[in-house]
């Protein structure tokens, strides 16, 4: 063999000997530049779900606001009284709840972990209606009595969950009745109608305190913004008509509301 090839075998010889000692190292393999690269690639792709983890551990504030609306039901609970002013119920026994519409801001604070304080303002209507038809001729006797009420709900809220939160809570809510009409309409055999209206104001307590109790879900949209869903059952506490009616007047409510809850 020619001194040039042996110059050629032993260049070879040295190269591959000192590529294959860069890998090691105290017996140890040390990582390329390729297995590098792709080891910092995918602890990028890592680094959005710490990211979205991190969303979700702070997604309870420290208040939330809920605004919306809904529907009720009112049944009224009527009963004699042993007052100079009694009378039977006659008609009264009779009467039957209606639906009507209820609009609500409510501010919720938190005083520790998923427990709120909350206030806020509601616009609701309660109705009952009376209905009787003649079963022989066309003759028809009926009335409804509406009230307009404005509640300040004050109470305590639960609050639980990520993307899907329960929340429910039991209180107090002061009423104020600031409007009352009865509608009556009569037909007579002759299929004549006559409706008269009549403010019922001097025969209401202007105002009366309500006990409430709600549980419901809300759903998360995006960070800070809710859908939910709250039934609710109220109780007043007190006779609605004042002590110179012939009857008492008490009633439940039964509802629900949805709208939007604002977490900051």
């Known amino acids: 063999m ?4 042996l110059f050629y075998v032993f260049v070879s010889v040295l190269f591959f000997a ?9 017996g140890k393999i040390v990582p390329s530049a390729e297995k590098t ?7 990028k792709m890592k680094a959005p779900k710490e990211k979205k983890a991190k969303i979700e551990e702070d997604m309870t504030g420290k208040s939330f606001l809920f605004i919306g609306g809904g529907a009720q039901f009112t049944q009224p609970l009527n009963s004699e009284t042993n007052n100079l002013f009694s009378e039977p119920l006659g008609l009264k026994k009779d009467e039957k709840g209606m639906v009507t519409p209820v609009f609500n801001i409510n501010y919720k604070i938190s005083v520790s972990k998923g427990f709120y304080v909350n206030f806020g303002f509601d616009y609701s209507q309660t109705a009952e209606k009376y209905n009787w038809k003649s079963p022989t001729t066309d003759s028809a006797y009926n009335y409804t009595n509406k009230y307009q009420l404005l509640s300040v709900p004050v109470g305590i809220t639960y609050i639980t969950g990520k993307k899907i939160q329960f929340t429910g809570g039991l209180g107090f809510a002061p009423q104020v009745i600031f409007g009352s009409k009865n509608t009556l309409t009569t037909v007579t055999e002759k299929k004549v109608e006559t409706t008269t209206k009549t403010p019922l104001r001097n025969a209401v307590n202007d105002f009366n305190i ?3 109790i709600q549980a419901g879900v809300q759903f998360r949209i995006t960070n800070g913004l809710y859908f939910y869903l709250l039934p609710e059952f109220r109780y007043s506490l007190f006779n609605t008509l004042n002590k110179q009616a012939s009857y ?7 509802g629900a509301q949805i709208g939007f809850s604002f977490n900051f």
Do not use: G, L, V
């Open 248 to 254: 008492a007047r008490k009633y439940w409510t039964a």
């Open 2 to 5: 020619s001194k040039n090839n």
């Open 18 to 26: 000192n590529h294959n000692f860069s890998q090691i190292e105290s």
């Open 37 to 43: 690269e792709s080891k910092e690639k995918k602890e």
């Open 210 to 212: 309500m006990a409430y």
